[in-house]
């Protein structure tokens, strides 16, 4: 059962929308059948069907939506002028019809550009209001006609609400983008200064080497190349960063691994929930700038968010290692429910969305989600390239 529910989770959306077409396709045939009329349920299944094709990868919403209504309105259209076997004594008004129109008006204006997401949204009024008369649904056609519009305006209001919280996440993310950007350019100061001091204090013991030990000054010069190189290429990848390019990373300093323990000890000071384990002398390793940073970040996200969303967490797994040239970091925890909310795409919340573009800006790569059933795991993988 746990193992179906997991499968099922990334499909909710799409279960649910079978169940309701289902259930209405039901209704109508019900509701049709004993007056001899065309099934409402076929005409609606037509509609419902277009619809789905929406879920298609690489389908164009904007184009299914047109389509969907469009067929709707050929259904009226045919309808009124009696040229469907089945309509001579009225026609009946299909719910499956209404319930998938208002469902595409929700996708359209949620995810499609403005001006198109209106322009569907005003033809599928004229089908969902339109067609209770159009299709002579008597003596009710001006009731259902009215509950149509405020069905209609329902599905508008949700689809312009749901686009406003994407459009708000959507900003929130950047804002928080932006922010560790910022803060990568403000450690970008002390990478260059570090550098910067460093070749002035070589190129200083230059000028007393050549008069002393000419010999020495080849050493000297190779120190200044050397520390101007590394300046120049931790100047180049917070470039990219900053213009949103990928590139080879920044390398930040920041808080070393040294001080995971300390972290791990104020989280869980009774040493009861939390077991470190990574290994042994890795806070002595010497790390590319920022690597080491990223990865105490990591580990304090990811330590966050367990208190923040699994507050009955019975165990918590942080686990900091060197394998295949890279730095691996995995926090993992019980406590979390069968079916967690996952935001912006199932990475996580805003902390994480700035802990993606850190670990991207180092060229490595982080994940978060369900690892086993109510254990939520996030792994990062750092390459080391650059290690000395």
């Known amino acids: 059962m746990i193992d179906l529910l997991r499968r099922v989770r990334p499909h909710l959306g799409l279960v649910a929308e079978l169940a309701g077409y289902g259930f209405w ?3 109508d045939a019900m509701a049709s059948l004993p007056f001899g009329y065309l099934p409402g349920g076929l005409t609606g299944g037509l509609v419902a069907l277009v619809v789905l094709l929406r879920r298609v990868a690489g389908t164009d919403l904007v184009r299914i939506a047109t389509v969907a209504v469009g067929v709707s309105v050929i259904l009226s259209v045919l309808a009124r002028a009696s040229f469907l076997p089945g309509f ?3 026609t009946f008004l299909s719910f499956t019809e209404q319930l998938a129109l ?14 198109p997401a209106l322009a569907v949204a005003g033809a599928a009024a004229v089908a969902i209001v339109g067609s209770p008369l159009a299709r002579d649904v008597v003596p009710l056609g001006d009731v259902l006609a009215a509950l149509s519009g405020l069905g209609w305006g329902g599905a508008v209001a949700i689809g312009l609400v749901l686009r406003e919280a994407d459009t708000r996440r959507r900003v929130a ?3 928080v983008r932006a922010a560790e950007r910022m803060e990568l350019a403000r450690e970008l100061h002390d990478v260059v200064a570090h550098h910067v001091t460093g070749i002035v204090v070589a190129a200083q013991a230059a000028a007393v080497v050549a008069r002393s030990s000419p010999d020495d000054v080849d050493r000297a010069l190779s120190a200044i190349e050397t520390a101007g190189a590394d300046a120049l290429a931790a100047m180049r990848s917070m470039v990219g960063v900053l213009r949103g390019q990928d590139s080879d990373g920044a390398r930040t300093p920041g808080a070393e691994l040294r001080e995971v323990p300390m972290l791990v000890r104020r989280f869980d000071p009774d040493a009861r929930l939390v077991r470190l384990t990574g290994d042994p002398g890795l806070e002595h390793a010497v790390l590319p700038a920022g690597v080491a940073a990223t990865g105490y970040r990591v580990v304090q996200e990811a330590l966050t968010n367990v208190r923040r969303h699994a507050p009955d967490a019975a165990s918590v797994e942080v686990d900091v290692r060197i394998r295949e040239g890279a ?7 019980d406590g979390v429910p069968m079916l967690p909310h996952t935001p912006h795409g199932g990475t996580g919340g805003f902390g994480l969305a700035g802990m993606a573009e850190r670990v991207t800006a180092l060229d490595g790569r982080l994940t978060a989600g369900p690892s086993a059933p109510g254990v939520w795991t996030v792994e990062a993988r750092l390459p080391l390239r650059d290690a000395r």
Request: no cysteine; hydrophobic share 65%; charged share 25%.
């Open 102 to 115: 208002a469902i595409v008006v929700v996708a359209v204006l949620r995810q499609a550009a403005l001006r």
């Open 173 to 175: 993310v950047d804002d």
């Open 327 to 333: 730095l691996l970091v995995a926090v993992r925890n």
């Open 25 to 27: 396709m039901l209704i």
């Open 88 to 90: 001579d004594r009225g």
